[in-house]
């Protein structure tokens, strides 16, 4: 139960204007008295994303995510509700005025509160020691080798733990601090033979590490002089949980918003190096693999994720794990080329971001990679072959036929077979017995927004699909025959009865019944953002696979393949933009030229 009075909460909605809150985090379109924009907590082309202020409430079709402005600020900057509320009350003019607290509560709250206090006042003296100290001499020159300018390491707040037993305890001491406290967020460990504690932290270069509200939570402190292990990380907290935590998501997320990516590093100078590089999309895990409530956070602001693992075996290995949890994330991770560098830190200070840029553009799907390096792995023979896509079948599951087909191209196999294969490996089961029968088609967003479009608003839009490849659609033959018959001008009353898919009638049932989605003036062009959605992984799949014909035919010294392929990946990149930015102008009859190459009526 919540300890601000009901009626306080409701002035504070009231009071709050739930479009202003959204749009610092979300570009929001007018449309009558509501607004709309692409989902912040999943990744999609056409707007789907609602904001109905005289109503208090927003709601994605897409995802499902709704509620208050209240709910929206907590998923936006990881609060509860009460912490919400008050963040909103002040510039809404309300006064919160809680009601008595439990002694436990505010136990818990003293409790807390403090433990941050401890964590901000050691940032500020180790930040003091690195910047003002003598002592904070040998990190000086740590940064000043590694390149790190100070604009950088300030925004970072780094720090220098100096050498001594008991400096740090010292100086918290003398601020008021209990020494439990310290030992508590793991700053002070238990002397071996002796009463007391000492510094867990000493002689490092300081990385703390923050939530994404940037309130500091843990440390990582890197050796830079004398013996002992490279990294030391302050252990698990009540504040800290390393594997919810992703270092720099505080200062990356309005980039990896701005520019629809995350590059995900595994080390704290990886992700500096590449913010000073140009590259603020960067965040790195701390200290451990990627889970699944790393890509949860992910997922909220990008589906578009380069994974720049070290390029050692341990890096091979680690994005191995991760591309599991990638594709259960429905998040298209890539992989990237670092040459001769170790890692991302040494790519862009041997290199400049030039380096990084080109990898960026010679990135391949995290998925083929793993492919290509299980194929070498196993050979090229028949039987491991065989025994090689076995072992791949459980990935495949689930994917888009266009993934699978890249897949197929790198084994070099019959992509037909290929398909064939899985579906008997989905039907049987991973373990050999049939799984239990399921509710039939499973649709995707744009699939029911394209038939709640030819059902609502079928004389705008059934031109346009009708003009449309066929192959972009769903490859169910019942989905496509629906879709032909929806086009065609039948009623979905007379389709209904004949559907045998439970999946699909169930999902013609929902379209009919939901009255409203677009309104007539927005049929057209949401139309043609589906399409373009639809048509958008094919297109990429084939960039990226002549992305690697020119590498082979530039390793076989063919200039003249080179150039041939070259020119149709830049041909097809034009084509990209130009279909972007046909729909930012809302130029339909233009759009619809280029997706079919049919100049149709203006």
């Not at 940032?123 to 300018?149: C, H, I, K, N």
């Not at 001594?164 to 601020?175: C, K, P, S, Y």
């Not at 394209?450 to 033959?477: M, Q």
């Amino acid at each position: 139960m919540s300890r601000i009075p009901r009626h306080l909460i409701d002035e504070v909605r009231d009071r709050t204007d739930l479009a202003e809150v959204v749009q610092r985090f979300v570009a929001l379109t007018r449309r009558g008295s509501s607004y709309v924009g692409l989902c912040p907590f999943h990744q999609e082309k056409t707007p789907s994303f609602h904001v109905v202020p005289h109503k208090h409430l927003f709601h994605c079709f897409g995802c499902q995510t709704g509620g208050d402005v209240f709910k929206f600020l907590g998923l936006m900057e990881g609060l509860s509700f009460v912490e919400a509320v008050k963040e909103l009350a002040g510039p809404a003019g309300v006064t919160i005025e809680e009601r008595e607290l439990t002694a436990d509560e505010r136990r818990q709250l003293r409790r807390r509160a403090t433990i941050y206090d401890v964590l901000e006042e050691v940032t500020r003296f180790y930040e003091s020691v690195l910047w003002t100290r003598p002592e904070g001499a040998p990190g000086r020159q740590f940064m000043e080798e590694r390149g790190l300018d100070q604009e950088t390491s300030r925004e970072a707040r780094l720090g220098y733990a100096p050498g001594g037993w008991t400096t740090l305890l010292d100086h918290m001491h003398g601020q008021g601090f209990p020494e439990q406290l310290v030992v508590e967020v793991g700053l002070a460990r238990q002397r071996a033979q002796a009463s007391g504690h000492y510094d867990f932290l000493r002689e490092r270069i300081i990385f703390p590490i923050r939530d994404e509200r940037g309130r500091v939570i843990a440390f990582g402190g890197r050796i830079v002089t004398g013996d002992g292990p490279k990294y030391l990380n302050t252990p698990e907290s009540t504040v800290y949980q390393k594997s919810k935590v992703l270092y720099g998501l505080d200062l990356a997320r309005p980039a990896i918003q701005r520019v629809d990516r995350a590059l995900v590093v595994e080390g704290y100078m990886d992700v500096l190096s590449l913010r000073q590089a140009g590259f603020p999309e960067s965040i790195a895990t701390c200290g451990t693999a990627l889970t699944t409530e790393h890509m949860r956070r992910i997922r909220h602001l990008t589906r578009d994720v380069v994974a720049l693992f070290d390029s050692d075996e341990a890096g091979a290995q680690a994005a191995e794990r991760s591309l599991p949890l990638f594709l259960d994330a429905g998040i298209q991770a890539w992989r990237l080329d670092l040459g001769g560098a170790k890692d991302p830190d040494d790519l862009v200070r041997e290199g400049g971001p030039e380096a990084m840029e080109r990898a960026l553009a010679n990135r391949a799907p995290l998925l083929e990679w793993l492919v290509q390096r299980r194929l070498e792995t196993h050979g090229t023979h028949a039987g491991s072959q065989s025994q090689l896509i076995e072992t791949l079948l459980p990935l495949l599951a689930g994917l888009s036929p266009v993934m699978v087909s890249g897949v197929a191209a790198t084994l070099k196999v019959n992509e037909a077979a290929l398909l064939q294969r899985l579906q008997h490996h989905v039907r049987r089961g991973p373990d050999g017995p049939p799984p239990p029968p399921r509710d039939g088609w499973q649709p995707s967003r744009e699939m029911v927004h394209l038939s709640w479009l030819l059902v609502h608003r079928y004389e705008d839009v059934a031109g346009l699909v009708a003009r449309a490849d066929p192959d972009l659609f769903d490859p169910h033959p019942e989905v496509r025959g629906m879709l032909a018959r929806l086009v065609a001008g039948e009623p979905a009353a007379a389709i209904l009865p004949e559907l045998q898919d439970d999946g699909i009638a169930r999902t013609l049932s929902a379209v009919v019944a939901r009255e409203k989605l677009y309104e007539p003036d927005e049929a057209v062009l949401a139309t043609c953002h589906i399409l373009h959605g639809l048509g958008r992984p094919r297109r990429e799949a084939t960039l990226a696979q002549l992305t690697r014909q020119a590498e082979e035919a530039r390793r076989d010294g063919d200039l003249g393949r080179v150039r041939a392929t070259l020119a149709q990946r830049a041909a097809l990149v034009t084509l990209q933009g130009a279909l972007q930015s046909a729909l930012v102008h809302e130029h339909v009859a233009e759009f619809m030229h280029l997706m079919t190459g049919d100049p149709g009526e203006e």
